[in-house]
């Protein structure tokens, strides 16, 4: 069964440092969205993305974070100086094109930031 | 603006006991779905289930079911006969059914199932 997938499964990066976090959708689907959990917190939405730009982003979206599809498989997400606060798990998730569909999500990418 | 509410932080169970976990939700649209997501203890997402505004049969799944009430905007989540293998997280989450929305989700319920 396809399934979304996301590397690495754990990254630990000092404040101030870059990070790219990785995810490969399931191959038909064409909807991707990442969202994070700050540890024992509800999932929370970040960004979402089609057709090769972003369609929606939520307030924490800031200049910091941004997202790129660098070829047919790939989808990540970059922030580019991370903050203390930015430690969370961060999952991926896609899905078909009809409205109302299934996210699927990846196993996520649980980052630390010292 | 949508909303999703889990009152229930956290429940704790005898195995075979069953349990309800309760989502109420808000939302201005007149369709939508609705879904639930369990997360076990190594982290990932797992969906379980999406209901569409306009249905609102109840569903079964094995020991899973579902009563979606629109009349009191709750989407409720019942396993019967639990497991120990039940104990997760469960997230009930809500999108509008238009375009590329995001899932909003409540803040979840622990559900410990005690052998």
């Known amino acids: 069964e396809p399934e979304v997938t996301q590397t690495p499964s754990h990254q630990v990066t000092q404040m101030g440092q870059e990070v790219i976090l990785r995810c490969v959708p399931i191959s038909n689907h064409l909807y991707f969205y990442w969202y994070r959990q700050i540890l024992g917190q509800k999932v929370e939405f970040l960004v979402s993305?089609?057709?090769?730009?972003?369609?929606?982003k939520s307030e924490i979206f800031d200049d910091q974070f941004s997202v790129e599809r660098p070829d047919g498989s790939n989808f990540t997400l970059k922030i580019r100086s991370t903050k203390l606060e930015d430690s969370a798990m961060y999952f991926c998730a896609s899905r078909q094109v009809i409205s109302g569909e299934t996210q699927y999500f990846g196993p996520g990418t649980r980052l630390l930031v010292l | 603006a949508q909303k999703v509410t889990q009152a229930q932080t956290e429940i704790s169970v005898v195995e075979k006991e069953d349990v309800t976990l309760d989502c109420v939700y808000e939302t201005r649209d007149t369709t939508y779905y609705l879904f639930w997501y369990k997360q076990p203890p190594s982290g990932e997402l797992v969906f379980l289930i999406r209901?569409?505004?306009?249905?609102?049969q109840n569903e079964i799944s094995g020991r899973y079911s579902w009563n979606f009430q629109k009349s009191t905007s709750s989407f409720n989540f019942t396993i019967t006969a639990s497991q120990v293998v039940d104990s997760a997280v469960y997230f009930c989450?809500?999108?509008?059914?238009?375009?590329?929305?995001?899932?909003?989700f409540g803040k979840g319920t622990r559900l410990s199932v005690i052998a």
């Open positions: 993305f089609y057709n090769n730009e972003i369609s929606e």
């Open positions: 989450a809500l999108t509008r059914n238009s375009g590329n929305t995001p899932l909003v």
């Open positions: 209901r569409n505004s306009f249905d609102e």
